[in-house]
């Protein structure tokens, strides 16, 4: 019609040209400020590790796909890239191969940029920031300094990893089996002081706020949140001392099982608890004990399945209701950060505390029974699930038998809070944000450390404290140690000499903002343009990994409050619609060799055999020929050595092949399992997109529009698919997000129109009118080829919008109805559907087949409409 179009569907021609349009003209750019509908899609923005894996891809095609449906609405869509370019792997590198971190980041940048634009992804790039830059972290620095004047930000002393060879600070995940990764020496821990963020102020809120979420954010998400903030509702017992010269305070635990107090047969403490420091002086052989419990781990998950280790400390403190003497033991399954770092032991009803008096040989008294029975069952050496029950009532505990868990928690309290005894207490899980890392590639804490004042914010004027960049880090410690010209500095306060803090902030620090600064990237005058922020935020759809589902969201939720109380933004909440994607899996293979050592194979040097239904059946090295054994599905990962590098996936098929495969393949949020059968089946749905097209375009159809009155059958049956195809996949991509059945809509709406025979210009009509409709619906998931395609026809995909779904065309013109004589069916008619029942009486004893039965005249004459008539004679 237009320009001679190929025949032939080849990727590697049109797509360069029509991401070249896209950049000329400009067409995924928006305004920090725009009137109509608007929304924001974002997508995690990626670590610039070196290049894409497959986690991005699917990530960003989901995100794209979004988009483009929300453009076709005609709505303005931002949607953002960036890069979350500060973090360990860039000093690696720069040890590795003695590049400086930010040349590593920039080089990286710029390879995953050019990736990202050939995966043709609907992105405004005027907007790209990296926030290894001085424009960014300006003002991470300056809301810094806001929260540290408020008190939001504290310093104080925590532990750290330190390797005594390399002189460094260690983070976790450069501590292998105690030893440093790279000097392989034993780590020590050393106490430092760090800042930390008073997360904690805003537990209550992170929590109640989830509420709001319910209807957007995965149920699994918000019950990980919730998780982690974890709020409890107990109450503090203190436990006299027995011998107050050597204690004088009391042992205060917390509880959430008030209800089981008189089962207390020992209180145990953690380690660095004050009393086992003050037992510890009267009995020094406590000292290695207490040693030993400062190297493990410091992780609860650890503490709760490591082994039960504890010793007694000889002191004893008075149960608060009997006054009899209790023994304290130091426990290794205390923590010292939670509650008072100290619990009162109820063997009988505490899965730990029956471990550790099991091998200790404590005693065992249960207080609470189901039936409110001091029951026979009982078993003091097997514990059973029911012991741990809240259900149930008080027995064995004098005046408090017979008692609930409300009425004991009320009874006891009653009874000690007089006393000072007890009180109610919330406690939470949550712990404040320790933001100091002692390392060069991060952005500096604006601090500056005064002999004289001591800690003093950076003034904001000078601001921002710029991070050099010309720096090759070597391992031996944090580069900023051994630069004057970047620690040696003036104090704004007395203007005397002083030091310039050299740690630089935790890299989730970055990316608990980012979101608000894409909607004003540019601005010079603080973190976002308050009618850019108006405009854009809250996110309306946030795409990511289930991996980021705890730390990363529950800082940027935090974030988002603190920016909110500083006037930066509104609204309590960042992200208003949250996708979790699932993983990406690809098959694995080995060899396993006589001491069971497995080499991988990467599924790409495989040749597999695979029967009629894509089953795998054998698989070969193809390096050698040999056979490797077929490991079986698995999360991509460099471990297994399965990761398939999706450039060679859209060098081979194209973009919109990638993109197509991976929303087809399974929905968003379920693991997507890789198959070369699968893209080749996206790419043979496109191939056939494309000659379907291409051939009609060949035929030179008169152009008349549709006359609905004046339609053959099957064009009314094709127009009612079309139509019904652009109310599902609507559907199924806007509220569902089940992108895969959207596809599947397309991909028999492709069917139709091919067993559709265009006899007249009005079959001609229809046809055209559902192709157009195909590649419009095709278009957020093969953008590339829609576009192309779709000029044919003199229409502008990125100008179109989404036809409306024409009601008329649901709705079936003619029905059958069956005739029945006396309950007997003799014949069928096909009617139009809004036919009187007069007309259809007359026309059903008209039928030559029905007229043989009608022997007299009719005794009753029944209709079911739209089903049936029954004549009775
Ligand atoms: C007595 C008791 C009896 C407990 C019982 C449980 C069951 P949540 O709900 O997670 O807040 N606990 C208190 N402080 C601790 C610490 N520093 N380290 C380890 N455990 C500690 O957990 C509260 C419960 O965890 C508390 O209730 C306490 O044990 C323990 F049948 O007190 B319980
Ligand atoms: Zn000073």
Redesign the pocket.
């Given at each position: 019609m237009t320009t001679h179009i190929d025949p032939e569907y080849q990727a590697s021609a049109i797509e360069p040209q029509v991401q070249q349009d896209w950049e000329n003209r400009k067409i995924f750019k928006v305004a920090d400020t725009v009137e109509g509908k608007h929304r924001y899609i974002l997508s995690m923005f990626p670590y610039p590790s070196g290049k894409l894996h497959m986690g991005h891809v699917r990530n960003y095609t989901i995100g794209d796909v979004i988009s483009r449906f929300h453009r076709l609405k005609g709505e303005s869509v931002l949607q953002p890239m960036g890069w979350d370019a500060f973090g360990l792997p860039a000093e690696n590198a720069a040890i590795a191969h003695k590049v400086a971190p930010a040349k590593w980041t920039f080089e990286n940048i710029d390879y995953m940029r050019n990736q990202l634009k050939k995966l043709g992804l609907a992105i405004d790039w005027d907007r790209e920031f990296a926030t290894c830059t001085p424009e960014y972290y300006h003002w991470e620095q300056w809301l810094f300094v806001q929260l540290y004047k408020k008190g939001l930000i504290y310093r104080k002393l925590s532990t750290v990893n330190w390797d005594p060879v390399d002189q460094t600070v260690l983070a976790n995940e450069q501590v292998e089996n105690g030893r440093g990764w790279r000097s392989g020496a034993l780590v020590e821990k050393r106490d430092i002081p760090m800042y930390y963020f008073r997360i904690t102020d805003y537990a209550q809120e992170l929590l109640d706020d989830l509420d709001t979420l319910k209807d957007g954010w995965p149920q699994q998400v918000l019950t990980m949140q919730r998780n982690w903030i974890?709020r409890?509702e107990?109450m503090e017992i203190t436990f006299p001392s027995v011998d107050t010269n050597i204690y004088a305070d009391g042992l205060m635990?917390?509880?959430?099982?008030?209800d089981?107090l008189m089962?207390?047969t020992y209180v145990a403490i953690?380690a660095e608890h004050p009393m086992a420091k003050k037992a510890a002086e009267l009995n020094p052989a406590l000292n290695d004990f207490i040693e030993e419990c400062r190297h493990g781990s410091v992780a609860e998950a650890d503490?709760a399945t490591a082994e039960k280790k504890g010793i007694a400390t000889g002191l004893f403190v008075k149960h608060p209701v009997t006054g009899e003497q209790v023994p304290v033991w130091i426990a290794n399954?205390?923590?010292?950060?939670?509650?008072?770092?100290?619990?009162?032991?109820?063997p009988?009803?505490?899965e730990?505390?029956f471990e550790f008096a099991n091998k200790f040989g404590l005693n065992i008294k249960q207080v609470?029974d189901a039936k409110g029975e001091s029951d026979a069952d009982f078993d003091i050496t097997t514990w059973q699930d029911w012991y741990?029950s809240k259900e149930g009532q008080l027995v064995n505990s004098g005046e408090f038998d017979g008692l609930t868990f409300q009425q004991a928690f009320n009874a006891f309290t009653e009874k000690l809070a007089p006393q000072q005894l007890a009180n109610k207490k919330v406690?939470f899980?949550l712990r404040d944000w320790g933001v100091s890392r002692q390392r060069y590639w991060g952005c500096p804490i604006p601090m500056i450390n005064c002999e004289k004042c001591g800690q003093v914010t950076v003034p904001e004027e000078q601001l921002p404290v710029v991070l050099p960049t010309d720096v090759v880090p070597d391992g031996s410690g944090n580069p900023l140690n051994k630069m004057p010209e970047f620690y040696e500095t003036k104090c704004p306060c007395c203007g005397g000499d002083a030091r310039r803090e050299t740690d630089t902030l935790d890299t989730f620090v970055e990316s608990s903002w980012y979101y608000a600064r894409y909607a004003s990237p540019d601005f010079t005058d603080g973190m976002v343009k308050p009618e850019a922020a108006q405009t854009w935020l809250p996110v309306n759809q946030y795409i990511g990994g289930v991996e980021h589902a705890i730390l990363h969201l529950l800082y940027a939720r935090f974030f988002h409050k603190l920016m909110r109380d500083e006037g930066v933004v509104q609204g309590n909440e960042p992200f208003a619609n949250l996708l979790t994607q699932g993983m990406v899996l690809a098959d694995t293979f080995y060899r396993e060799d006589a001491s069971g050592k497995k080499t991988w194979f990467n599924p790409a040097d495989v040749e597999l055999e695979r029967d009629e239904k894509g089953r795998n059946l054998s698989a070969k090295y193809k390096a050698d020929g040999q056979t490797v054994i077929i490991g079986g599905q698995e999360k991509m990962s460099k471990s297994k050595n399965n990761g398939v590098d999706p450039q060679a996936i859209i060098d081979q098929y194209g973009a919109d092949t990638a993109r197509v495969f991976m929303m087809f393949a399974a929905p968003p949020d379920q693991s997507l399992e890789w198959s070369d059968a699968g893209v080749e089946g996206a790419n043979r749905f496109l191939k056939r997109v494309w000659r379907l097209t291409t051939s009609f375009l060949e035929k030179d159809h008169s152009n008349v529009e549709i006359d609905t009155t004046n339609l053959s059958k099957d064009a009314q049956d094709l127009r009612r698919k079309v139509h019904e195809t652009i109310a599902k996949v609507a559907d199924d991509i806007e509220r569902r997000h089940a992108f895969n059945t959207a596809i599947a809509a397309q991909m028999e709406l492709l069917n139709a129109i091919g067993k559709f025979d265009v006899q007249s210009d009005q079959d001609a009509a229809v046809a055209r009118e559902a192709i157009i409709t195909l590649l419009t619906l095709l278009s957020p998931f093969a953008p590339h080829l829609s576009q192309t395609l779709l000029t044919q026809f003199t229409i502008d995909l990125t100008q179109t919008i989404l036809p409306q779904v024409d009601q008329s065309a649901l709705t079936r013109n003619t029905q059958t109805i069956v005739v029945q004589v006396n309950g007997k069916l003799r014949g069928k008619l096909e009617v139009p559907v809004d036919i009187s029942k007069e007309d259809l009486l007359l026309q059903a004893k008209a039928l030559p087949e029905v007229q043989q039965f009608l022997t007299g005249p009719t005794k009753k004459e029944i209709v079911v409409p739209n089903k049936l008539v029954n004549l009775v004679v």
């Open positions: 974890g409890s107990g635990v917390y509880t959430t099982r008030p089981t089962g207390v953690a503490l399954y205390v923590l010292m950060s939670y509650g008072s770092g100290a619990v009162m032991a109820v009988a009803h505490d730990r505390d609470i741990g406690q899980r």
